[in-house]
Every structure is written in C-alpha cells, then in structure tokens.
C-alpha cells in the first residue's frame, strides 16, 4: 500500500474545520498531520512536517495568501490548494502567483475536495469550474476592432506624424510626398477613425501610442 498523502489544514473558522477534518480524515489514501488557524501557523506546520499538500483559508489572520507565498519558498515540494469563498479573479489569479496549485470554493462537497487534493499531489491544476469557465470565456472573448486598425501603413505613417505635431507640408518633406497627397490622406484618416478634426485624430493616435518618441524614426 503506498503512503498516505499528508496533509496541513489551515482554517480560522471553527466548524468549518471540523467539516473538512472529518472528510479527510474518513479517507484511507490521506494523513492529517497539523492544523493551524493562521498564517504564522500553517507556515510554522510546514516547516516542521513538510506535507504533500497545505490546504488554506485565503482570508484566516494573517493572510491565506501570505501562507501561500511563505510555504511555496520554505517547502517548495508542498502542493498549495487555497480554500475561499471569494469568486473574485483577481483573488485567483494571486493564488496562482502565490504558489497555488488549487483554487476550491468553500461549500464544495466532500467527495470533489478529496477528489481536488489527489489531483493536486499528482501534478495537477485545480480551478473551480465556475470561475474556470468565466476565465476561459474573458480569454476567448473577441477583442473590439480599433479604428486605426483600418488604416493603411502609410496613413499610420501620416497619422503617426500629425500626432508628433508636423503639418502637411512637414510630413510632405518627412515622406517625400506631395502636401496635396498629404491632405488626401488626412481626408481618409478622418473618415476612418471618424473624427471631425486633425486635433482628435492626434489625440487618438497619441493615446494608442502612435506618434510618442522613438515611434516613427525617419
């Protein structure tokens, strides 16, 4: 029979605890070796055991979070999930950075977090669906067109130019063309990016970053 995966449970609620302890402990295949209901004391769990896998509260005292960091640098082969109820993904994406290998929603059922912590301690990532989906839906989304993306390389040229300040006959010069071809692009940039003046047109070009120093070197 191989060895039990080991486990450190951190949790400053009470019942909670309790409920995940009894769902472990009622496992054959996992071994409870500490529990904390605090940063310091997770961290201070792991330094002292080294489990397979420390199993967190993001918001116990202390900072889940902080336990995270701390434990990925003390035990770097302790597997990190995090237990939340924030569905937040910027809390997701800090439990990833912070050494995670796990995201759990508290309210999870039993037999899922066994489940979770067995994938985990083989190499696995664990996110919880809902939040997984969401992700995989912001990532997929199509990204809106930008108006500039319907110009021509020489009226980004032109346009970069009139956001540097140059006149028609200045940006002439700068491309070897004539001022009347000039004013004919300006003509269709307007139309393009629908703006009424050279003015807006350079303040659109300026905040998509055409035209700032070292852009269009001539």
């Known amino acids: 029979m191989s060895e039990p995966i080991r ?3 951190a949790d400053d609620h009470p019942l909670f605890l309790d409920g995940v302890l009894h769902s472990l402990r009622a496992a054959p295949d996992i071994a409870v070796v500490g529990t904390a209901t605090d940063a310091a004391g997770a961290l201070r769990l792991a330094r002292e055991h080294v489990p397979d896998l420390a199993l967190l509260d ?3 005292p202390g900072d889940g979070l902080q336990a ?3 434990i990925a640098m003390a035990c770097p082969a302790t597997k990190i999930v995090m237990l939340t109820v924030s569905e937040d993904e910027d809390d997701l994406m800090a439990a990833l950075k912070a050494g995670a290998s796990g995201y759990v929603l508290k309210g999870v059922s039993a037999r899922e977090l066994l489940s979770v912590i067995r994938a985990v301690c083989n190499g696995e990532v664990y996110v919880a669906p809902s939040l997984a989906s969401r992700m995989l839906r912001e990532m997929t989304r199509p990204r809106e067109a930008s108006p ?3 110009l021509t390389t020489r009226e ?3 346009l970069e130019l009139v956001a540097q300040g140059l006149g028609n ?3 002439g010069l700068r491309l070897g063309l004539a001022e009347k071809t000039i004013k004919h692009y300006m003509t269709n940039i307007l139309g393009k990016l629908q703006v009424r003046s050279r003015l807006e047109a350079a303040l659109l070009a300026y905040k998509a970053g055409l035209g700032q120093a070292g852009d ?3």
Request: charged letters at 40%; aromatic letters at 0%; a negative charge.
């Open 7 to 9: 486990v450190v449970v």
């Open 58 to 60: 993001v918001s116990m």
């Open 68 to 70: 995270a960091r701390d």
């Open 148 to 150: 500039l993306d319907e």
């Open 156 to 158: 980004r040229e032109v």
């Open 169 to 171: 006959q200045e940006i």
């Open 216 to 218: 269009t070197a001539r």
